[in-house]
């Protein structure tokens, strides 16, 4: 059984084709929720005040959680992104999408991003929490 047999991207055929995310999926397996990760390493130690550098940790934190269940980014449906700066997300995308790629590859699951006031730890400038769908037998 292949990836895309269990998960399926949904995308009205009469919509502008989404860039860099999915607007839905529908997937069969054993879901996996990972708690909002944010740009700190392993000792909760921040090594770094810059916004990509920390999106790039915090995508690296939900590839390590999600290989205790044997998981990959491939199977991320979801993906919920908490920044406190939408104009620096904005005036950065290129390099964004680049931190995303080189953790995640060319997977792009349904995502939402909203800008938040803060964030528990003060020095974090972004959090995202993702859902994965592990398929039955793997």
């Known amino acids: ?10 995308h009205p055929k009469h919509w502008k084709r989404a860039a860099g995310y999915a607007n839905g999926v529908h997937a069969r397996g054993t879901p996996i929720f990972v708690g909002g990760q944010i740009g700190w390493n392993a000792d909760q130690v921040f090594t770094t005040d810059d916004f990509v550098e920390q999106i790039h940790q915090a995508l690296t934190n939900i590839v390590t959680v999600l290989a205790e269940a044997d998981a990959r980014p491939e199977h991320i449906v979801r993906l919920t992104w908490y920044v406190t700066d939408k104009r620096e997300y904005l005036s950065r995308l290129k390099e964004v999408g680049e931190a995303y790629r080189a953790v995640l590859g060319k997977h792009f699951p349904a995502m939402t991003m909203v800008q938040v006031a803060d964030l528990i730890e003060d020095e974090a400038k972004v959090e995202i929490e993702a859902t994965a769908v592990l398929p039955d037998g793997v």
Do not use: F, Y
Not at 1 to 10: D, K, Y
């Open 1 to 10: 059984m292949t990836l895309e047999s269990i998960h399926h991207i949904l």
